[in-house]
């Protein structure tokens, strides 16, 4: 065969061979760029997973019970008090409870931290918290924390009713009313300096 038969060959095939060439080309382009996007996406997955349990707070036992007792109006006054449990096997030092009050004019609120007396508890023992509002500027109190001194995040506590808040009592009137009703005719009282009768 002639050079210029296999030349005349060789363009013959030339077409066939490029497009099986481009094909394979596009099939590990394909290949290669879905590989990448699934360990793109599975890569971004178990980073979100990874930062939303760094967001979420541990979960650990309570350390403490926080007694709520209802509001107490005296006066002009309400009192928020309750009392706070050590429910722990260690030491809790210099506790302070943070409370969320919110104002009556307007959607605001403020933050306030509150002591308990004693602010250090061993095992089991109580201590006491109160704090005086005048009623007219606020609308309730929310815990948000309880706090110790001696470790730098808030404790993990739970939420107890406490005293509820008395009845108020209705003021009764001391001073009584007698109605003395007028006399009918032919009932009169005949017995009077105008009209003196003697008795037999």
Known sequence: MSDFENLALDRKRSPVALILSLIAALFITTALLSGYLYLRKRHQAEVRATQQSQERPAQSPPKAEVIENEALL???QAIISGSVRNISQEQLADLSIELELRRRTGAGSEIHTVQVVPDDLAPGQQGDY?????????????????????????????????????????????????????????????????NPSHVP
């Open 74 to 76: 005296k006066g002009s």
């Open 130 to 194: 109160s704090l005086g509002l005048d009623s007219h500027s606020y609308s309730g109190a929310k815990i948000l924390k309880l706090r110790s001194g001696s470790q730098s995040s808030s404790l993990a506590f739970r939420t107890l009713p406490g005293t509820p808040r008395p009845p108020e009592r209705i003021q009764q009137s001391n001073t009584i009313v007698i109605v003395k009703p007028s006399p009918r005719h032919g009932e009169e009282f005949i017995n009077t300096p105008d």
